[in-house]
């Protein structure tokens, strides 16, 4: 018998299904002979037990329940297809109370993917954002692959910016010593960027063997509530003054940091990798500006189960990153005076951009006809053993059921490079001014 379907809003519909008597009595024939296949009876061999010996022993509710688990899940997904429903999580079924004359039948209420039909996601304006290194960039991180190939040399002279000293220390607020505030025969870069504001300002012109009193002051907010705004004094011994001695920038230099035989060869290999370092950061500022555009443009449903799905995630990763943190759950909650409840509102409002973006990028491929070929599988794997320095059989292995996954992340971003190439790319000086 064919299923009834009853819309109850976008997100979720009604199916009423049907069971015919003869299914029924089938399906209690077939789930009789697996329960008594195991079935111990006293003066019965296991499978020849008889069905009113077993009804007796085991009560015929046994068996209902059996043929009904076996039998209702075929019909639900009959029914689905019936009516090309796309569920996106487990139905609520219950079996209705039975009616004289009528069929048994079971109630789903199922939750689905939300006809959506896209628009506005053609032409829209998005800031222009570049997609190559300039040579400056590659310049600049020849450079720093020289710092970093450098070698250390004494220097006879006051400390300056970018030196590597050793030094002792011994910090203290209002006169007293605090935790991590003091070291011993430490090394460090001469970088300002290293250290609090006005530590490394008051080292710069001292000389190996001389010690003074630095001032500086903790930033707020800082890494250590207790420490935040607060200002220190650090009493600064200076042991020895290093300087780097660069290597020259020539081939002998290109074969010592790489695998490239020349000075061209490295410059080529730095560009190559800078380029797609740059253009992976463009496109993900421009597809940000332009799904955030795309779905303030479009109303997308959202399936509360999706919602509540993308918060227990979102819940999920900030746990894992407090615990790499060493603070439990509980102790984060106290010191952000909030309950689980409160956290888990605060991130609704995420989880509903996410689920609603989610949803309209698989409208607009749907739309548009986007679908991962195999090549594109083959590439995305090829691409996952390169990054992960793994065989492909083993990046295969490793994937197993989320195969689906990495298929619709190929969809998302086939879809998305589309619309950027659609997109009305503006100078940053015209938007800023707009």
């Known amino acids: 018998m064919p299923s009834t379907l009853k819309p109850l809003d976008p997100t979720q519909v009604e199916l009423e299904i049907s069971i015919s008597p003869e299914e029924f009595d089938a399906a209690q024939d077939a789930a009789f002979r697996t329960l008594s296949r195991n ?3 006293p003066g ?3 499978g020849k037990v008889p069905r009113k010996v077993f009804e007796n ?3 015929t509710s046994r ?16 029914a689905v297809e019936e009516h090309k429903l796309e569920p996106v999580a487990r139905p609520q079924m219950e079996l209705l109370p039975e009616s004289e004359g009528q069929p048994m039948r079971v109630k789903a209420i199922v939750p689905i993917r939300p006809a959506i039909e896209p628009h506005d996601y053609e032409g829209v304006e998005i800031t222009e954002v570049p997609e190559a290194a300039t ?13 970093d190939a450098a070698t250390l040399v004494p220097a006879d002279r006051p400390v300056q910016l970018g030196d590597v000293v ?3 220390f011994a910090g203290s607020i209002d006169g007293e010593p605090f935790e991590g505030g003091t070291a011993q025969g430490q090394e460090a870069e001469m970088t300002e960027s290293n250290f609090v504001p006005g530590f490394v300002e008051g080292i710069l012109g001292m000389r190996a063997g001389e010690t003074k009193d630095v001032a500086a002051a903790f930033p707020d907010p800082y890494a250590n509530p207790e420490l935040a705004g607060k200002a220190a004094v650090f009493t600064v011994t200076v042991h020895d003054v290093k300087e780097r001695e660069l290597p020259p920038l020539d081939d002998e230099f290109a074969t010592r940091v790489s695998t490239s035989q020349t000075l061209e060869d490295l410059r080529a290999d730095v560009k190559r990798r800078l ?4 253009k992976g950061n463009a496109r993900r500022r421009m597809s940000s500006e332009l799904l955030d ?3 303030a443009l479009n109303v997308v449903p959202l399936p509360a189960v999706l919602v509540e799905r993308e918060i227990d995630s979102l819940i999920a990763d900030m746990q894992q990153y407090i615990a790499r943190a060493g603070i439990g759950w509980d102790d984060y909650l106290a010191q952000a005076g909030k309950t689980a409840d409160e956290v888990r509102e605060g991130y609704r409002g995420e989880a509903e951009r996410r689920v609603k973006t989610t949803l309209l990028v698989e409208a607009i491929a749907k739309k548009e006809g986007i679908a991962a070929t195999q090549a594109d599988v083959e590439a995305e794997l090829d691409a996952l053993a390169a990054q992960y320095g793994q065989p492909r059989a083993r990046i295969i292995e490793a994937l197993q059921s989320n195969v689906g996954a990495l298929v619709d992340g190929i969809v998302r971003t086939k879809t998305i490079e589309r619309m950027i190439e659609q997109a009305k790319r503006v100078p940053a000086t015209e938007t800023a001014s707009a």
């Open 135 to 147: 040579e400056d960039d590659v310049e600049r991180t020849l450079e720093q692959m020289r710092r």
């Open 39 to 41: 079935a111990k009876v």
């Open 63 to 78: 068996i209902v329940e059996r043929a009904l688990d076996d039998l209702v899940p075929a019909k639900y997904a009959a």
């Open 275 to 278: 380029d797609e370092t740059v």
């Open 293 to 295: 555009k795309i779905v």
């Open 166 to 168: 050793t030094i002792d």
């Open 57 to 59: 022993t085991y009560g």
């Open 44 to 46: 019965f061999r296991p």
